[in-house]
Each structure stands twice: as C-alpha cells, then as structure tokens.
C-alpha cells in the first residue's frame, strides 16, 4: 500500500446512501482501500470508472451492535484512516418498534465510536438526518390536536436546532438525534494510541435516486391502491427540500477532506484559527439544487417518463389534491385511521399515518453555507442530471414486477 494512500470503512455500504459513498470513494486518487462493514454482501450496482475498479472493496459481514461479531469490526477498523457510518434502521412503521431502533440507531454508533478509539481511527463521518431538527411549530396542546407540522425557513444549523428532549420527535428521528449527539459527543476523545478523534454529522433531507427502494416505489405503491393517484392531504403550503443521492454521497467525501484538513492544521496552526475554521465537532445541513416542492409531485416527476413514440411524457402517478380539507382534518381522521387499524387487527403500518400528514404539511427550507464554507461542498450533479439519473433508475418501474423493484 502506498503511503499516501488511506483507508476508508463505510458501514451500512451495501444499502441506498452506503453503494454511493462506496462509488465516490473509490474514484478518489487517496484512497487505497475501502471497506465495507454490512450485514448484506456487497455488490457493485452502480458501475463504476476505470480508476474506482483499481481500489478493491472488502466487504467484512458483521453486526456493528452485536458482541459476537466485534472481533470482525475490530478487524475492520484496524489501520484505517477515515470511518464513514452509513448503517442504521430506517423505520417509520407505527407502532415504533422502540427496541430495534435504539439496537440499530444508537447502540451500534456507540459501538463504532468505541471501535475507533480502539483502532486509532482519527475521523468519523455520521450521516444523521434532516429530520432531527423537525420539530413541532406549535408546541402546545393544540399543535399536538391539530397535527405537528414544522416550519423551517431558509435556517442554518444554529437557527434550526433539536430540541432538548429527543422523544419531542418521531421515533426514527428521535434514534438518530440520539446517535448524532454520541458523535458529536465523541469529537476531541482521546484514541488508545494517541491522538484524538475528530467527528462530523451530516443532516442530509430526503433523498432519491439509483437505489432507492422506499420512498418512491413505496408512493408509487400507494398510488397503485386508489387508481394511481396520490391525494395531497398536507395543504397547499406545503414545501420540502429533497437531494439526489449522488449529492449527499459526495458530501461525505468533501467531509472526510475537511476533517483531514482539521487534523493537518491542527499540527502546524494557531489553534485559535484552526478553530474557526474547522468543522469537527459540528452538525452540517447537506442540501442541493432539487426541486423544492411538495413530496407528492417531487414523485410525479420522477415517474414521469416519455411515451413509446418518444414524444410527450406520461407519469405512472397523479397528484391531486382534494377539495376543502383543510390540514388539521386530514391530520385529525389519520390519527383516527391508524388507531382503528392498529386496534382492529394489531398490525404494525408500514408508515404512521398522522407523521406522514404532518411531514407533508409542513415547510422545510434549510441553508447550506455551513456545508458550503466548512466542508467547500458544492453538488456535484446539478438538477437536471440527478432528475435524469434517478428517472432511468425508476423507469424499471414499467417492465419489472412489482416485487422485483418494491419487495
């Protein structure tokens, strides 16, 4: 191995965000070797240059929460320079499954903080979520009857903080806040063989493209139920911020730059001004130039293709949006929905009805000059690439069955 060269593990490289932080770094000239920590092998899916197929993957099958399967990580992380943690469980189902999510969540970052220090692995990069900083706009009583929408406009992280008490959030956020601060917590600690670990957490917000089997197959399922239409239940109002997969993932490549610049001029500069610089210890809002707009027409889009003649575009899914129901309605017969359902035949949703209303209504727009002067990140793949890249990724939609692109 070249000297220069480093070594870079990325758990959870297998899953939607882990095959894109895999692919960019491989294509970096720096990196030596990158290995991937994963419950499931790894497959390259996404192609790859010339110059990423001479950096060789290993992928190290382990359980980063499990003890049996700590001499694996420890293997793993021995020798390596950068640890990018992607794994984690996403779910959103209702009723939250509260022990699997701490399980997965919170005690394998605690885990993967603790290999680092042992390993003498100078820099993590965590990717949290946009999500942890979604709280209620109105917190009283009456926001929690009328529905727990949020209100964001053009913030930077030191305006659109957390709250205090992750359990104000939805379970899945509130796992993620919880494993962010471990990070975040874990920034200046001593490693075992000197030295110190520096940390970064990147809140990335929605995110499509290659890869991606939950958001869009999963409204795409939902449209299929009621004539391929999807009701827009969240208001007129309604904004979020989305980002392409290949935009975030390259984020965490321009993370793990900066906090090897940290490092470096932490060695050779006046404290004082490394500090002012530096983006250890600091949660990053990772946006790009998407089209801000409501969810459901964010899916539209995507699924909007050209028809066989090569002319005209046909989408797979409508929008539409229902005459005089206001917000607070739809939020109020959701909670409704799912206490009759839940009760009924106790089964756990996919999804929490009333969150989804209440993601859906509110306004999310966040700024990214952190992101921009700390990490000098800059998308990588305007808007209308990342549109046409995910729509060729979700075009399989019309051939493959459904349990191939949904299951």
Not at 132 to 152: D, E, F, K, Q
Not at 173 to 196: F, I, M, Q
Not at 232 to 239: A, D, E, K, S, T
Not at 365 to 385: I, V
Request: hydrophobic share 45%; charged share 25%.
């Amino acid at each position: 191995m070249q000297p220069d060269k480093e070594v870079v593990v990325v758990t959870g490289g297998s899953g939607f965000l882990g095959q894109h932080v895999v692919k960019h770094f491989r294509e970096e000239a720096d990196v030596a070797e990158v290995r991937v920590v994963d419950l499931r092998p790894f497959e390259e899916r996404l192609g790859s240059s010339e110059a990423a197929r001479r950096v060789p993957v290993t992928w190290v099958r382990a359980d980063l929460a499990d003890e049996a399967d700590e001499a694996a990580c420890e293997e793993a992380f021995r020798g390596a320079d950068l640890v990018i943690h992607c794994a984690g469980l996403e779910d959103r189902s209702y009723p939250a499954d509260l022990h699997a999510l701490h399980r997965n969540n919170v005690q394998a970052t605690e885990a993967v903080v603790a290999l680092c220090r042992r390993a003498g692995v100078p820099r993590l990069v965590f990717s949290s979520s946009v999500e942890v900083v979604l709280v209620p706009y109105l917190r009283n009583a009456l926001g929690t009857a009328l529905g727990s929408y949020s209100v964001i406009v053009n913030q930077t992280e030191a305006r659109a903080q957390p709250p205090a008490d992750p359990d104000d959030l939805q379970p899945f956020a509130a796992s993620k806040l919880r494993a962010e601060r471990v990070v975040l917590a874990a920034n200046g600690s001593p490693l075992d063989d000197g030295g110190s670990l520096r940390t970064v957490a990147l809140r990335a917000p929605v995110m499509y493209g290659e890869e991606d089997r939950r958001l869009v197959p999963g409204l795409l399922r939902l449209a299929r139920l009621f004539d391929n239409t999807l009701l827009q239940l969240g208001g007129p109002c309604q904004r979020h911020q989305h980002a392409y997969v290949g935009n975030v993932a390259w984020a965490h490549v321009c993370a793990g730059r900066a906090l090897r610049r940290d490092q470096l001029a932490a060695e050779d500069e006046d404290a004082a001004v490394v500090e002012a610089q530096a983006v250890a210890g600091l949660a990053v809002f990772v946006t790009d130039e998407s089209p801000r707009g409501d969810l459901l027409r964010l899916a539209q889009l995507l699924l909007t293709f050209p028809d066989v003649s090569g002319s005209g575009a046909r989408p797979l899914v409508r929008v539409r949006a229902p005459p005089l129901l206001p917000t607070w309605l739809s939020y109020l017969a959701a909670r409704a929905a799912e206490a009759l359902l839940t009760a009924a035949t106790g089964a756990r949703l996919p999804v929490r009805p009333s969150a989804l209303i209440s993601y859906l209504a509110s306004f999310v727009s966040l700024s990214r000059l952190r992101a921009e002067t700390r990490l000098c990140y800059a998308p990588k793949y305007p808007a209308e690439d990342a549109i046409a890249r995910s729509r060729a990724y979700y075009a399989r939609a019309k051939d493959l069955l459904e349990d191939d692109l949904l299951g």
